[in-house]
């Protein structure tokens, strides 16, 4: 279901060394990642999730949903921040019509993320909007034990309990953390929430097939078997050791261009807005599987064409170290077509009976070309349409290319042992107890 295309980069790989990227590297990366015998592998239940979803995963996160519709919950709070948070929001993004807080038309509760900040406006502003609906919470956190969800939780949580009552409330939130250990696991025993379990071996940037991401994205009216069944065919066809394999070219070409000719930036490249956040999960994923040990491809992403008018000339003429993962969408399940003008003031009749799709596409193709001549290799990754189907296969298809190119760069991918640092200073800032010594120590610096 997703296709890889890499003739954007001919001019700039000599075909010997990619042979050898794949040939050599690539699919013993692979190896590694399917024998289960690299760095990290405790955490590679993401691999089977489509293909070995229990049913009672989907229907209990069905049966949440159709729970809030019941008592006509009009707005839930997701609250959960990195992996936690991305994958949900990428999908619901996607998926949603662009307009519909505007639309008067509902076909779904709405949901808006909370707990992936600390800022006081964002979450005073989230509860005047909360003061005025009916509202539902789903709080998620793996470790059970991040500052910023917590904060935000506790907040809504109060509101909650002021205003449905204690009993009210607890029968409005559902927790997804850890099966054993965890504040929030601890806190949603006693309260008695909807528990749902973040396996074990499955990392948070790797969740959103788990009920971290599929809760959200059902209570947002979306088809998740649809989701993961596209995941479930892009797992299948990825299975096959082959040179051909698209995760596999994947990994080659950027680890090739990254090695060998110092392109130390990606960028993922859309020509729709619904994709935005697909840049954010995706930089996510790659961003903290591989940038450890001093290494790694910084992942940037753009939207075209609004970012041909701002990042576009740096792309084009900028430092030489990047190149670009384009996504493209092969049908639009729109349909606009462009009529004519009379007077043809703005001398677009050329451009009469064109669909606007059919622009966008030739804006696309001019900017690779263009890019290519700039010195920036293009890669290109291609789904069919926006449907749950599709995107459930991107996911997984970047999920599973990750893997294999974080074991190219001889780096774990499933850790992440660079995010505690400003942990443990803000705690310290923070007075936390058992950082007294830190708190001391920090405070000399400032
Ligand atoms: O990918 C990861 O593991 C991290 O980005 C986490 O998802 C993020 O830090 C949130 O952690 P948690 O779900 O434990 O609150």
């Given at each position: 279901m997703v296709n890889i295309n890499v003739k954007g980069c001919a001019s700039f790989v000599d075909?010997?060394?990619?042979?050898?990227?794949?040939?050599?590297?690539?699919?013993?990366?692979?190896?590694?990642?399917?024998?289960?015998?690299?760095?990290?592998?405790?955490?590679?239940?993401?691999?089977?999730?489509?293909?070995?979803?229990?049913?009672?995963?989907?229907?209990?996160?069905?049966?949440?949903?159709?729970?809030?519709?019941?008592?006509?919950?009009?707005?839930?709070?997701?609250?959960?921040i990195g992996g936690s948070y991305l994958g949900a929001k990428c999908v619901i993004e996607a998926l949603s019509h662009c307009f519909a807080k505007q639309l008067s038309r509902k076909d779904a509760a709405e949901v808006v993320f909370a707990g992936n900040?600390?800022?006081?406006?964002?979450?005073?502003?989230?509860?005047?909007?909360?003061?005025?609906?009916?509202?539902?919470?789903?709080?998620?956190?793996?470790?059970?034990?991040?500052?910023?969800?917590?904060?935000?939780?506790?907040?809504?949580?109060?509101?909650?309990?002021?205003?449905?009552?204690?009993?009210?409330?607890?029968?409005r939130i559902v927790a997804v953390t850890d099966a054993r250990k965890g504040a929030l696991k601890t806190l949603s025993t006693q309260e008695g929430y909807r528990t749902f379990v973040v396996p074990d071996d499955v990392g948070g940037r790797f969740s959103v097939l788990t009920p971290v991401g599929l809760i959200p994205i059902a209570a947002a009216g979306f088809d998740i078997r649809a989701l993961v069944a596209g995941a479930c065919t892009e797992e299948r066809a990825l299975a096959e050791r082959s040179s051909e394999n698209p995760a596999v070219v994947y990994a080659s070409m950027r680890n090739l261009l990254y090695s060998e000719l110092?392109?130390?930036?990606?960028?993922?490249?859309?020509?729709?807005?619904?994709?935005?956040?697909?840049?954010?999960?995706?930089?996510?994923?790659?961003?903290?599987?591989?940038?450890?040990?001093?290494?790694?491809?910084?992942?940037?992403?753009?939207?075209?064409?609004?970012?041909?008018?701002?990042?576009?000339?740096?792309?084009?003429?900028?430092?030489?170290?990047?190149?670009?993962?384009?996504?493209?969408?092969?049908?639009?399940?729109?349909?606009?077509?462009?009529?004519?003008?009379?007077?043809?003031?703005?001398?677009?009749?050329?451009?009469?009976?064109?669909?606007?799709e059919y622009c966008n596409t030739m804006a696309k193709i001019g900017t690779q070309l263009a890019h290519i001549d700039g010195g920036v290799p293009q890669i290109e990754v291609c789904i069919d349409r926006v449907d749950e189907a599709c995107i459930g296969a991107l996911l997984y298809f970047f999920e599973f290319a990750c893997g294999i190119s974080a074991y190219m760069l001889g780096v774990n991918p499933f850790n992440q042992p660079g995010v505690e640092a400003y942990k443990k200073n803000m705690f310290a800032l923070l007075d936390k107890p058992g950082y007294e010594a830190a708190s001391k120590a920090i405070r000399e610096r400032l």
């Open positions: 075909g010997g060394k990619y042979c050898k990227y794949v040939g050599e590297k690539a699919l013993e990366a692979f190896d590694v990642l399917v024998s289960g015998n690299g760095a990290g592998n405790d955490f590679l239940g993401w691999r089977h999730l489509p293909s070995e979803m229990p049913e009672e995963i989907l229907s209990g996160c069905e049966a949440v949903r159709d729970g809030w519709k019941a008592m006509g919950v009009d707005l839930v709070v997701a609250i959960g900040n600390l800022s006081e406006e964002y979450i005073s502003e989230l509860m005047d909007l909360v003061r005025e609906r009916n509202v539902a919470c789903v709080v998620i956190s793996k470790s059970g034990t991040t500052t910023e969800p917590a904060v935000a939780f506790r907040i809504v949580k109060q509101y909650l309990e002021e205003t449905y009552g204690k009993a009210g409330a607890a029968a110092g392109k130390k930036v990606e960028i993922m490249v859309t020509y729709n807005p619904k994709l935005q956040y697909l840049g954010e999960w995706w930089k996510q994923l790659y961003g903290e599987s591989e940038g450890k040990d001093g290494k790694g491809i910084f992942p940037a992403s753009v939207t075209n064409t609004a970012d041909l008018h701002s990042m576009g000339q740096f792309i084009q003429e900028g430092e030489r170290i990047m190149f670009e993962t384009v996504v493209t969408v092969l049908n639009s399940s729109r349909s606009v077509v462009i009529g004519s003008d009379l007077q043809n003031l703005d001398g677009l009749n050329f451009l009469a009976g064109k669909h606007v």
